[in-house]
C-alpha cells in the first residue's frame, strides 16, 4: 500500500510539473551529489506519509466495514 502512495507521487510530478525524466536520471547518476539526496529525502518523505495514511486512515476503515 505504501509503495503505491510513492509511486502515485512521483508519478504526479513528473506528469504535472516541471520534473523530467532526464532529471530522475542525473539525480540517480551521483554526478550531483544533492539531486541524489533530494531525491532520497522526498522518497522517504513520501514513504512515510503513505505508511502513516495506511495506518491511520485505511485499517480502522477496513475494521469499521469488517463488523
Known sequence: ???VGVAA???????????????LVQAIAFENLWLSV???TT???ALGLSLG???????PLARWLQR
Open 43 to 45: 522518497a522517504a518523505i
Open 1 to 3: 500500500m505504501a509503495l
Open 53 to 59: 495514511l495506511s495506518y491511520y486512515l485505511l485499517v
Open 38 to 40: 533530494g531525491l532520497t
Open 9 to 23: 507521487l512521483f508519478w504526479g510530478l513528473v506528469t504535472q510539473s516541471g520534473l523530467t525524466f532526464e532529471l
